[in-house]
């Protein structure tokens, strides 16, 4: 019997807390995905993963930007997810660098992402112009 | 007088004999009666008869005459009346004619007063529909001139100092 994705996300959650060595278990939660035929759910299961340590106060996020981010703009994050989460035991930040937000930063968490970037508000200009047409 | 002449029939001086005489009266008076009710009578009722079918005749004549006077005017009349009704129908049918005439063009003018109506929403419509494309076009040209030229302009530096702004303006409200 399969079990549950929440299930899997709260073991593997729980073991990457407890871990020394959190390469090996992704190594191992890979390898339980590809025997069990669950590759797709990998994307689900990361933000479940993440939902998870979450709970735990370790909060994971993904600064998606044009540029390198500065100290300065880290820090700027940093400050912006404890006013967030203000029980966070820990909040590690993963840069991406992609080119199309232009500018400014966007803050991914696991259920919500904070939208800063110049496309977004192009986007939404764009959005609102189309929308007064109907 | 009979006395004067007896005697000239008795003497037989004039040649005449008063029994010849008689007898010869008696039969011509036979002669008389047998021409009169044989020949006579029947003569006279056929030229009776004759004369009454001449008169019955030119009687039917006059009235036939009389009938066919009667018939020409009643034909005349008929042709008269027949001629004013032909020419009430005719006028009527003129009448008729106009108003359909009428009613036809006043229909075309309506519908063509409504072709362009229609015509004239349809222009306004398309006009709207374009100048909203236009707009849209505008908008996604302005956009995408506004990407590109932020997209060269901002450096690393610059991000920073947006994002930094970015957030103090979040703490601020």
């Known amino acids: 019997m399969r079990a549950p994705r929440s299930r899997v996300a709260n073991v593997l959650a729980d073991k990457l807390v407890h871990t020394d060595n959190p390469k090996k278990i992704i190594k191992e939660a890979a390898a339980y995905l590809i025997s069990e035929h669950r590759t797709r759910d990998v994307h689900s299961l990361l933000r479940d993963i993440r939902g998870d340590l979450e709970k735990q106060g370790i909060i994971n996020v993904t600064a998606v930007s044009a540029f390198k981010l500065s100290p300065r703009a880290l820090l700027d994050i940093r400050n912006s997810i404890k006013k967030l989460y203000p029980h966070a035991k820990k909040i590690i930040i993963y840069e991406q660098i992609d080119k199309d937000v232009v500018s400014g930063v966007r803050i991914e968490l696991a259920n919500s992402q904070l939208d800063l970037t110049v496309k977004s508000k192009i986007d939404k200009f764009k959005q609102l112009t189309n929308q007064e047409e109907y | 007088m009979i006395t004067n002449i007896q005697p000239l029939f008795a003497s037989g001086l004039l040649g005449l004999n008063l ?64 001629r004013t009704e032909a020419d009430r129908i005719i006028s009527e049918s003129q009448q008729e004619g106009r108003k359909l005439i009428k009613a036809a063009e006043e229909d075309a003018k309506s519908k063509a007063a409504s072709l362009i109506a229609k015509a004239g929403d349809q222009i306004g419509q398309d006009m709207i529909m374009a100048r909203k494309r236009l707009e849209k076009d505008i908008v996604s040209l302005v956009s995408n001139a506004t990407e590109a030229i932020i997209g060269e302009k901002v450096d690393a530096k610059k991000d920073s100092e947006l994002i930094d702004k970015t957030f103090k303006a979040r703490e601020a409200e």
């Not at chain 2, 008389?32 to 030119?58: D, M, Y």
């Not at chain 2, 009389?66 to 005017?73: D, G, I, P, Y």
């Open chain 2, 19 to 82: 029994k010849d005489f008689i007898v010869q009266l008696i039969s011509f008076a036979i002669v008389v009666i047998v021409l009169i009710k044989w020949a006579v009578n029947p003569i006279v009722k056929v030229l009776n008869n004759r004369k009454e079918l001449i008169e019955n005749g030119v009687k039917l004549g006059q009235e036939m005459e009389m009938a066919k006077s009667k018939l020409e005017q009643e034909i005349a009349n008929e042709l008269h009346k027949a």
